[in-house]
Structure formats: structure tokens, C-alpha cells
């Protein structure tokens, strides 16, 4: 049996350097691991690549990592953090716009194997068509596009090639977690820590409460512990039970 419960969250965060790419799952303010994004900034990392559904919506989780301008580029669905969009125009992040439910196959994809996909989502906008920026200068003015996307025509309809979406680390906050990694989330965010925490080579969790192996009934287990190198306490314990298991 290997443990994989870390009592020091620091030690455990400094494997990611600066300049790595991280997922880093949640659903708006659901699910986010603040502790770990927190730890990223205690360890000063910058310049990093991170994948995730939003920007953050306040100074907490993703949004402290922007605040502090930490980013080199955000792929993610929606950069509404009013703190990231001056960022982008002044030239001093970079953004690759995905939409949603490409963005969680692209992540479920690299940890299920899979290279590339076909999906009609985007097919005919300018995220397919190369016509979206990605980069500004300092003065605002466009420098670089999203690339154009490969088309074909697939049962009779437009379809884009999208790539699996691999990160070098994984960032994820689950409700329960035992000790070899087996993780269960709490509703809504259960979307988008599972595709995130599956495309990272190393994925760190947060859990909530920590249990013994096999406390967690096999049917209610929404992550496997093979997707997770290391699991941490998390200083945030509310809603963390009950958890109803599955009938």
C-alpha cells in the first residue's frame, strides 16, 4: 500500500517549479484548492501556464495567482477576472480560449490515453478559423492569433481537431480523500477537479477529510487514487460531510 498523505503542504507544493503548466480544477468558486494556489504564491512560483475552467472570480484560489500576476498564459473557458483582462491587453499573459466542454475533454482525454478528438464545437468561429487573439503588446495591439484548426466533414457535419491537454502538475480540492488517493467530491465540484486532476503527470489533492483506505464505499469513488500522487489536509472543512453513498 502506498501512502500518499503528506503532512506539510509546502514541502509537498515545492516539486512545482515556476514556469510549469498546472490544471487546476473548480467550478467557479466550487471546489477550488485555495490552500495549494496559496502555497504556489508562499513559494513564489511565477510564469506558469495554468489551465482551468475561469480566472477566478476574487483574490483567492486562481484569482490570487492572477492578482499576483503569476500567470505566463491561462487556457481556460472564461478570463472574466477583471484583474486578468488588463493583464492580456498590456501583453503580460497569454490566452488560449477553450470552450467547456472541449476544455474537459481535452483534460480527460491526455489521462485516458487518447491523443486527439473531432467535435464540432467551435467549427466555423473564430476559435477554429485562426482569427482569435492570444497576445497583445504592451500598447494593446494584437501580436499573435489562436491557431487555425484542421476541419473535417464527419456524418455530414463540420468538425474541429482538438488535442488532449496534458499538464506537468495537477492542482485539485475533493470532499474526501483516503490515504492511496481514491478521492470523492461534493456536487458541482466534481465537474472539472476529475478531467483536471486525470491530465496532470502529478496531481496533488485537497481533501477536506482525510480517511482510511477502503472508507470510501468503491461505487462513490468519483476520482481513482491511480490520478493522484499526493493527498493534504485541507484548512477548509465546511459541507465536508456527510456523504451519501450511492444506492
Known amino acids: 500500500m502506498i501512502d500518499k498523505l503528506r503532512d506539510d503542504v509546502l514541502e509537498t507544493m515545492s516539486i512545482i517549479p515556476s ?20 502555497a504556489l504564491c508562499q513559494l513564489d512560483r511565477r510564469d506558469l501556464h495554468v489551465v482551468s475552467n ?6 483567492t484560489g486562481v484569482g490570487r495567482l492572477v492578482h499576483e500576476g503569476r500567470l505566463r498564459k491561462f487556457t481556460g473557458s472564461f478570463p472574466s477576472n477583471p484583474e486578468f483582462l488588463p493583464l492580456l491587453h498590456s501583453g503580460q499573459v497569454e490566452l488560449e480560449l477553450v470552450p ?3 476544455l474537459a475533454e481535452r483534460l480527460r482525454a491526455a489521462g485516458a490515453g487518447v491523443r486527439a478528438f473531432y467535435t464540432p464545437t467551435s467549427a466555423g468561429t473564430d476559435l477554429a478559423t485562426g ?14 492569433w489562436m491557431s487555425p484548426k484542421d476541419v473535417r466533414v464527419i456524418d455530414g457535419q463540420a468538425c474541429v481537431l482538438e488535442f488532449a491537454l496534458a499538464t506537468d ?4 480540492k475533493s470532499t474526501r480523500a483516503d490515504r492511496l488517493g481514491n ?29 482510511d483506505a477502503g472508507d470510501i464505499d468503491p461505487d462513490s469513488v468519483h476520482l481513482p487514487g491511480i490520478f493522484v500522487q499526493y493527498v493534504v489536509q485541507s484548512k477548509d472543512r465546511r459541507l465536508a460531510d456527510p456523504v451519501v453513498p450511492v444506492a
Open 100 to 102: 467547456q466542454g472541449t
Open 183 to 211: 478521492a470523492a467530491f461534493r456536487l458541482a465540484s466534481r465537474n472539472f477537479n476529475v478531467p483536471a486532476a486525470m491530465a496532470g503527470r502529478v496531481t496533488v489533492c485537497e481533501a477536506q477529510t482525510i480517511v
Open 169 to 172: 502538475f495537477a492542482l485539485v
Open 131 to 144: 482569427n482569435y487573439p492570444s497576445r497583445y503588446d504592451r500598447d494593446g495591439h494584437v501580436v499573435e
Open 54 to 59: 475561469n480566472a477566478g472570480i476574487d483574490p
Open 19 to 38: 514556469g510549469a503548466s498546472v490544471a487546476i480544477g473548480g467550478f467557479g468558486l466550487t471546489g477550488v484548492p485555495a490552500m495549494l494556489c496559496d
